[in-house]
């Protein structure tokens, strides 16, 4: 247990629908980050948000929206997904955003059909 | 273009032997490394850490050389234990980069046979 918990840890959802994933920290952090990992390749990180303010965007498809509203809390709105948007979701914390140890919750297995 | 690289995909090792796992990288920016140890339907958990300034850092088992005109990290673990089976990852953060991201490589699958 890391203190970083997530949900639904699996969702299957088609390429119409709109679905959402939770992150919530208990660890007191500032930061909180989301990435994806898909099959054999490295973590991609999507999104920072420090202090609530997003910092950080990596050139993320508008169909997929994260969303910050307290320093605990993290989400990402999913609409309009693509097959090859399956993958893992990870999202993470740390004191802050800087060199600091990032803390990972388990992640939400995603299948777009 | 990946800027850490693990080329082993997977690395089995025999209870009690060592265990050598590589990272290469490209970016002489970097300063800071960490390895983090991912079990299946977990997230990766920090494993151990080492800053450019330095080439060795050691903690229990786990010992990771930094050889920076290589631009090559390793992570060691010895004696080798069933519960070190996982998917180790390389990390390395650009400080050059003002959100001091992490650059992750794609990971080694370590199997500890009895």
């Known amino acids: 247990e890391t203190g970083v918990t997530q949900t639904p840890r699996h969702l299957v959802m088609g390429m119409t629908n709109k679905k959402s994933l939770k992150c919530e920290q208990h660890?007191?952090?500032?930061?909180m980050y989301w990435y994806k990992q898909s099959a054999k390749k490295p973590l991609e990180l999507m999104f920072v948000?420090?202090?609530?303010?997003?910092?950080e965007n990596n050139s993320v498809p508008s169909r997929f929206s994260p969303e910050c509203p307290n320093s605990s809390h993290l989400f990402l709105h999913l609409h309009t997904l693509q097959p090859e948007d399956s993958a893992l979701y990870l999202c993470?914390?740390?004191?802050?955003?800087?060199?600091?140890?990032?803390?990972f919750g388990p992640g939400t297995r995603l299948l777009v059909l | 273009d990946q800027q850490v690289k693990q080329n082993s995909p997977s690395l089995s090792v025999q209870e009690g032997r060592i265990s050598i796992l590589n990272c290469d990288y490209t970016?002489?920016?970097?300063?800071?490394f960490l390895w983090y140890k991912k079990y299946p339907a977990e997230g990766p958990t920090f494993l151990i850490s080492?800053?450019?300034i330095k080439d060795k850092n050691e903690d229990g088992r786990f010992t990771v050389f930094l050889n920076k005109s290589a631009k090559h990290l390793s992570l060691h673990i010895v004696p080798s234990q069933p519960g070190d089976s996982a998917v180790y990852f390389c990390?390395?953060?650009?400080?050059?980069?003002?959100?001091?991201?992490?650059?992750w490589g794609a990971g080694t699958k370590l199997i500890i046979k009895p």
């Open positions: 993470a914390s740390s004191q802050a955003s800087g060199p600091e140890t990032q803390y």
């Open positions: 660890l007191g952090h500032n930061a």
């Open positions: 948000y420090n202090f609530k303010e997003q910092t």
């Open positions: 970016n002489s920016m970097f300063d800071y």
């Open positions: 080492i800053s450019s």
């Open positions: 990390a390395a953060r650009d400080i050059m980069d003002s959100n001091y991201q992490l650059i």
